[in-house]
């Protein structure tokens, strides 16, 4: 089983930073695509950013320019550093590690295992 541990959370003022990451315990990190997804209260969940194991990455257009997804494979851990924060980005935010292809033209994730999640909060 694939455990992810996040850490990085907590009570930001808007544009500021805040740089979360995330352990994987699976020794075959490298081979997969991970992702961090976000849910706010009353909201549906949303994927902002995707890094696959070639290193391409991936954004929500919410977060495109502000937030930057990286991974380090030697360490197992891939980070999301979030800067210019914003009210909207208050949120709990997982930790995913999964897969991605194409159906079609599309590029589509499946996300196999979660963290825990780590709450966000933008807040003056």
């Known amino acids: 089983q694939v455990q992810l541990v996040e850490s990085g959370g907590g009570l930001v003022q808007p544009g500021g930073s805040l740089r979360l990451s995330c352990t994987c315990s699976a020794s075959a990190f490298s081979m997969y695509a991970m992702g961090w997804h976000r849910q706010a209260p009353g909201k549906q969940r949303e994927l902002v950013a995707a890094i696959e194991s070639s290193g391409a990455t991936n954004y929500a257009d919410s977060v495109k320019g502000r937030f930057t997804i990286s991974r380090d494979n030697a360490n197992y851990t891939v980070y999301l550093q979030m800067n210019s924060l914003k009210y909207e980005d208050t949120a709990v935010y997982y930790c995913?590690?999964?897969?991605?292809?194409?159906?079609?033209?599309?590029?589509?994730?499946?996300?196999?295992?979660w963290g825990q999640g780590t709450q966000v909060t933008v807040s003056s």
């Open positions: 995913n590690a999964g897969r991605s292809s194409y159906v079609g033209s599309a590029l589509k994730y499946s996300f196999d295992f």
